[in-house]
């Protein structure tokens, strides 16, 4: 089935710095790609989406653009803030109607 | 909507233990998904529903796993006997439908210690 590879972490960063996240899909045909986000305590909620290839998926200023060509679905944050440290996810759906998660990027944002 | 309600948050209990985790989908939705996290192996897919009927449990990880959903508004998870090893982050999930642009809805989850 479809799978996505992200970009292990943890990750660290200062306020106002820009945040890249790397993800890279496995698919046959263009499944719709997502982010979810987990912050501290709570369960995955959907960050953004993009159903088709040039699809640009975007919320709380964070953006990912689904590129066939380079087969990624990057997420980046021009000036992050403490209150987005938490655990990004990237996913795909699979081919047997099963979304595929990735390990998951741990985020932290120091004042 | 109060969005998908899990039960209880925390669970702790010791090897030998029948556990069962409990899970009240969206209203409407069709689809209920069961997933375990844990540091080593992720977020996984346990099991999921359309209309109350089981459709893929290729992730239950051994006959101590057990799911039901007897109706459209409650299911259910339970391990016996539990072991240490099933210490982890319980989430259930409902969407719409699955496959294509849908969005899967997460519950809050639900920590199950064993010792």
């Known amino acids: 089935g479809n799978s996505v590879t992200q970009m292990e972490g943890p990750v660290t960063l200062s306020e106002e710095a820009f945040l890249t996240i790397n993800c890279t899909y496995t698919?046959?045909?263009?499944?719709?790609l997502f982010w979810y986000v987990q912050y501290p305590g709570e369960g995955l909620q959907l960050l953004l989406k993009a159903t088709k290839a040039d699809d640009k998926g975007s919320n709380k200023g964070f953006e990912a653009t689904y590129r066939k060509e380079t087969t990624s679905f990057h997420l980046e944050k021009g000036s992050v803030q403490v209150s987005d440290s938490a655990v990004y996810f990237c996913a795909c759906w699979s081919n047997d109607y099963k979304l595929s998660f990735g390990a998951g990027t741990t985020v932290t944002v120091r004042a | 909507d109060a969005g998908v309600i899990q039960s209880p948050r925390h669970e702790v209990t010791e090897m030998g233990q029948e556990v069962t985790l409990r899970c009240k989908p969206i209203s409407g939705h069709d689809y209920l998904f069961w997933y375990r996290q844990t540091m080593m192996r992720g977020l996984e897919l346990l099991i999921y529903?359309?209309?109350?009927?089981?459709?893929?449990d290729s992730g239950m990880p051994e006959d101590r796993f057990s799911a039901k959903m007897p109706n459209a508004s409650f299911s259910t998870l339970k391990i016996q006997p539990s072991e240490p090893r099933d210490s982890a982050v319980y989430f259930c999930a409902s969407s719409l439908r699955t496959g294509g642009t849908d969005t899967q809805y997460f519950g809050p989850g639900t920590r199950l210690t064993v010792l």
């Open positions: 698919a046959t045909g263009y499944p719709s």
């Open positions: 529903f359309n209309n109350n009927v089981p459709i893929d």
